[in-house]
């Protein structure tokens, strides 16, 4: 990808009230900033700080336990990047321990990437589009083999590029 304006998008899920120190460096060098749910406290939203101070969250099924009542966010969202629709949601109800990715690509059939959490499971699926995407855990709970969160650039008419990243557990 030239420099031409890319975007970076950085995506984090299932922090269940903690952020990876590490994981908030990467945020900090984006341009916005995407939480998949389960956040489990504000404070976490508050420790996200991309370049632009764009946060984009959703709700997850623990958060109407962790006081982030399910009213405050909601439980699917989609923004523009570069000319292009990402859609968030947290899941959930696509499928408990393994969510649908044709059931998500039915329900936003008009995105370029669908964002969601839940399984705690990094996941970067382009077999059709729209691409479904799962950061895995940036937090302490189930992170399977370390904190984890991915970035995605974006520039208008070129391919986007997802960048993966996991760091070992604490």
């Given at each position: 990808m030239n420099n031409q304006t890319i975007t970076k998008v950085a995506v984090v899920s299932d922090t269940h009230s903690h952020l990876d120190p590490r994981i908030a460096d990467i945020v900090r060098e984006c341009d916005i900033a995407v939480h998949a749910g389960?956040?489990?406290g504000v404070d976490i939203l508050e420790s996200m700080q991309p370049k632009s101070g764009k946060v984009i969250a959703v709700t997850g099924n623990n958060d109407p336990y962790c006081h982030l009542s399910d009213t405050e966010l909601p439980e699917i969202l989609s923004f523009e990047v570069a000319g292009e629709t990402i859609t968030v949601e947290?899941?959930?109800?696509?499928?408990?321990?393994?969510?649908?990715h044709d059931s998500l690509r039915e329900?936003?059939?008009?995105?370029?990437?669908?964002?969601?959490?839940?399984?705690?499971?990094?996941?970067?699926?382009?077999?059709?589009?729209?691409?479904?995407?799962?950061?895995?855990?940036?937090?302490?709970?189930?992170?399977?083999?370390?904190?984890?969160?991915?970035?995605?650039?974006?520039?208008?008419?070129?391919e986007w590029q997802i960048k993966k990243y996991r760091f070992s557990e604490d």
């Open positions: 389960d956040i489990c947290h899941g959930h109800v696509h499928g408990a321990h393994k969510p649908s329900s936003h059939p008009n995105a370029k990437i669908i964002i969601y959490g839940h399984t705690h499971k990094q996941v970067i699926d382009k077999e059709a589009n729209p691409w479904v995407i799962n950061p895995g855990a940036a937090g302490k709970t189930r992170t399977h083999g370390g904190p984890s969160c991915l970035v995605i650039e974006c520039a208008a008419g070129q």
